[in-house]
């Protein structure tokens, strides 16, 4: 033992009761007692010493640690039940005094346990400490000012809605809307908002007496029609509408455009159109760059539609009970005065919102264009489309047309196609013989060919010749028509291409590239 601690002392420089205390604790073990002193060195701080006058050793745990024992004042240590040691309601010295028949060992295995969780302990929070200041370190902090920790705060969202009422909600709507992008402000005439928050316009354009009176007579001329407007979302404009039995029509002004301004001047301050719009019309009138638009062009105007400065003007009608857009008169020219006021009333001649009224639906001639599958496309068909639409192209660029509107009228694919003379002329599909079946050629693989027949119920193959016209398989399917389609009109369409074959009745099939083709036969049926 005193061996022992003069290793100690010499390699340490640490007392010889420092170093009896050490030792105690690692059982006479020098070596480990050292590398102990070392690692931990607040051992000696926390009650780790030597007691040669007793003839053995003394360990005072540090107050400050819980779940190893408690000591009361006769200097019997108390271990606690949960304690890992296991052994309920265990109490000892370690003055080396009576131990009430314990194990003269337990003092020396509790008082490892006590030191061997201290070290861990301080060995954790030496690492936690030591990783915190290498990281400050990397991000530019100082090694030894490491900043306190971010405070907890607590905050509620609030989402606004109108049916809080009260002011506090009306003040939290109008924050909100005020946060909102505008527009920057423009000067002259045509600078005003449609509702100008800044600027009382409920009656006639405001008198400032910085503005020129030119100026205002202009703004006069060119004001938005306050009279037959009304102020409400898009939501509030059906609910009323539906209330009431009166249509949606909405202008959507682009105030840059100076062909919408012009509707202010030409169109709403007509008398005969103001008192037709007032009786049957919720009128709205929309800036494209506010807010208050924003509805409308989601609904009607998608995929940056609105910025297509060929759509302005724009006004449309809407039914309040489904939201359809059933009229639409967008792009330029639009219709003088006395034009929009005939439109207008021709279609409420048309057009009802009484509850048993059928009104007009789109015929079914006036469908969308074929969809052409590309992917199904030879190289060759693909560079024939792209010269045709190359062609066209050309063509429409170098017709002077300055219009080329994205937004059509719904209301045009209900009207009737206009006659001639009386009657209707006849299409060329009307024209072509049902009185002539057909009889399929020998086969012969010079001069035949056999072309498939797909329709919605399965599909049939005929046999044709070469030098047969696109006009004979119109009469064969008119003069032997499917089952169940007899007098049904249809089109037949060349796959993949989706060419409409009408517009090749006097070509051969050959030369319409049909030998050994596929043809769709679409089938029309009346509404």
Known sequence: MDESIHHFVSITG??????????????GDYQRAIELYFESPDLVGAGVSGNSAAGGSTFRPAPRRVNIGRQDASGVIHISDDDDDGDAGMKFRVDGEDNDGFDDGLDERAAAAQAAALAQEEEDAAMA?????????????????????????????VAPDSSWG?????AILDQLRRRRQMPPPTRGPFGHRIWGDDVSRAGPAAAETSTSAHARRLEDLFRPPYELMARLSWDEARASGKEDKKWIMVNLQDMSDFNCQMLNRDI????????????NFIFLQLDKDYPDAEEYITFYLPNGTHENPDNYPHVSIVDPRTGEQVKVWSGKPFPTAAEFHADVAEFL????LAANSKNPVARAAARKPQVIDVDRMTEDEMLEMALKNS??????????????????????????????????????????????????????????????????DGRIIRRFGLRDPIRRIYEWLKAEPLEGKAGVNFELKKMPQGQDLIELLDSTI??????QGTVMIEFIADE
């Open 129 to 157: 400490k030591r990783l915190q200041e290498e990281l400050y370190q990397e991000s530019g902090h100082a090694g030894g000012d490491i900043r306190a920790p971010i405070a907890r705060t607590t905050e509620t969202l």
């Open 391 to 456: 062609l066209a192209g050309a063509q429409s660029s170098g017709s002077g047309s300055a219009s080329t509107p994205s937004v059509h009228d719904p209301d045009a694919l209900t009207k009737e196609p206009e006659s001639s003379g009386g009657q209707e002329p006849q299409s060329p599909f009307a024209r072509i013989s049902s009185f002539h079946p057909h009889a399929e050629p020998d086969n012969n693989l010079a001069t035949t060919t056999r072309i498939q027949f797909r329709h919605p």
């Open 14 to 27: 640490a007392s010889v009761d420092v170093a009896r205390g050490f030792l105690a604790i690692t059982t």
């Open 510 to 515: 050959e030369e319409a590239g049909l030998k």
């Open 268 to 279: 709403w301050k007509d008398r005969a159109v103001q008192e037709l719009v007032k009786e």
């Open 349 to 352: 001649d048309r057009y009802s």
């Open 166 to 170: 009260g002011e506090e909600s009306s």
